[in-house]
């Protein structure tokens, strides 16, 4: 560690790093205990027996509960991912736009879907197109209801049979990620354009550019790297919400591990919801892990680095003055500083 004050705090000397040993050393400490008491307390409730923790190691278990329902997990992440995604990106410029007719009304569904919790959403985009289709079959917009799910809410797996609105487990988590964490992820997007320097937008209408090609070429490629942990971070909450579709049984890893395999073993709740953990720290650790290198990257480019104009030069002259700071030009004399003295 360098020896001079950083801007946050000033560097221990020897006797706060002594403290500071001290502390640590007390915490670990502490900290070991508290394991080994849970550790023992495990032993003693019997909760290491080989009964419980035996069904994990047979492939039968992975190969038809385990595995299917983290493909179904990573299957409902990663559309919900792409969706909420491009969500963010459309809804947050939208509120951006000098139209009130534009930033008004992406504002009220960007406020709406962020204020309802992500578990209603579910419930609602679950029970209620079933409610309701009945009554819109038998309207003027029955055949845009019958035309909007054969074109597009089939592919995921929505089915409409004599006016009645079937929706999947899996279509009703996708919902509900999408415009939650979608809404989440259009805030991010507009704070991360609005923390560019003003100058760069100034600069780039300077040159004759339009707001969209600011917004589009300038602006929004250094954002992305303003925005990546917020992103990352995002969309990690993302992953961990789809074990909320257990509400409403769709069958990903939560509810594969934690409900089916005790049901089927020994009711071993507390094993199964530790093999559960570790798989799902695994995940978002690889997500991170990603992100990480992506943001590294994008910092590594020249296409998304702020660069002031003649940034390697200096300062530039003052008016009337000569780049090299000698004496002033005199407009029509052909003289300059830079010529040198008589």
Known sequence: MSKEAT??????????????????????????????????????????????WSPFTKWTVWDKLILPGLWNTLKAAAVAAVLALVFGVVFGLARLSDHWWIRVPAGVVVEFFRAIPLLILIFLAFFIPNKISPSIAESSFGTLQRV?????FSLFGVQINAGTITVPAFAAVVFGLVMYNGSVLAEVVRAGVQSIPKGQSEAAYSV??????????????????????AIVSQLVV??????????????????????????????????????????????????SRLATWLEARSRRSRKTEARTMGGDMGAPPAPGMSAGGGAPIVPGSGYSGAQGAV
């Open 208 to 229: 004759g550019l339009r707001k969209n090609g600011v917004l589009r070429l300038v602006l929004l490629p250094q954002a992305v790297t303003v925005m990546m942990p």
């Open 7 to 52: 801007v946050l705090f000033d560097v221990p000397g020897p006797r706060a790093r002594a403290r500071n040993r001290i502390v640590a050393v007390i915490t670990t400490a502490v900290l070991l205990a508290l394991f080994a008491a849970l550790v023992w307390r495990f032993n003693e409730k019997g909760q290491f027996a080989g009964e419980l």
């Open 238 to 287: 993302l992953l961990k919400d789809t074990a909320l579709g257990f509400i409403i049984a769709y069958s990903e890893l939560l509810s594969a591990g934690f409900r089916e395999v005790p049901a089927n073993f020994h009711n071993n709740k507390i094993q199964a919801g530790i093999v559960v953990a570790v798989i799902y720290i695994a995940l978002n650790m690889s997500v």
């Open 148 to 152: 909007l799910v054969d074109n597009f």
